[in-house]
């Protein structure tokens, strides 16, 4: 089992920057791509931002390019996400997942078997 654990969430105003974290823990191996999702009220979960965990690569959605970088600690098993230049269409849940599916497609939920319990962001205008 892998348990997944998110901090960092908050409350900050519309241009305004927080990093999110999630560790995590359990049975977890070094190549297990980790990733971003958010769900705000009333809409579909969707993707934010994932890793390639032993290559580095990164993957974002369109929304978030060039203001969140997400990045990971190997020693900590710890994946980031730095969010700047914050919007108030940020404001989600986000949530931390975790893949050991071997057809892992980083933009799908689905591809996701691991996911933690979520941290709230809330951008006011």
């Known amino acids: 089992q892998v348990q997944l654990v998110e901090s960092g969430g908050g409350l900050v105003q519309a241009g305004g920057s927080l990093r999110l974290s999630c560790a995590a823990s359990g049975r977890t191996f070094s190549t297990n791509p980790m990733g971003w999702f958010r769900q705000a009220p009333e809409k579909e979960r969707e993707f934010v931002a994932a890793i390639n965990w032993s290559r580095g690569s990164t993957y974002y959605a369109d929304s978030v390019k060039g203001r969140f970088t997400i990045s990971r600690d190997k020693g900590k098993n710890t994946v980031y996400l730095d969010m700047n230049s914050l919007k108030p269409e940020d404001t989600a849940v986000y949530y931390c997942?975790?893949?050991?599916?071997?057809?892992?497609?980083?933009?799908?939920?689905?591809?996701?078997?691991?996911w933690g319990q979520g941290t709230q962001v809330t951008v006011s205008s």
């Open positions: 997942a975790r893949s050991t599916i071997q057809w892992w497609i980083y933009s799908d939920s689905r591809s996701y078997d691991y």
